[in-house]
């Protein structure tokens, strides 16, 4: 685990989704959060969404209370 430079909290880097090469940075604690499901079913109902509560871990940007600093 690594610290955030600006407030100290204790953060974790992850390679992004889209570009390998970039870094995310995460809070290290998860957070309960809501995600959306999407299921194609033939019928009626076209498109059903299903909400699921689970563990998320969030952009550390999102919380960190010196994340003006660091804006480019």
Known sequence: ??????CGA?????????NHDRK???NVKPAKGVVL??????????NVVHARV???YTD??????NAK????
Not at 69 to 72: F, T, V
């Open 1 to 6: 685990m690594s610290e955030c430079r600006s």
């Open 10 to 18: 204790e953060v974790m880097f992850v390679p992004s989704a889209k």
């Open 24 to 26: 995310m940075i995460l």
């Open 37 to 46: 499901e999407s299921t194609a079913v033939f019928g009626p109902e076209l």
């Open 54 to 56: 689970m563990d998320v």
């Open 60 to 65: 550390h940007h999102a919380t960190c209370p």
């Open 69 to 72: 600093e660091w804006k480019r």
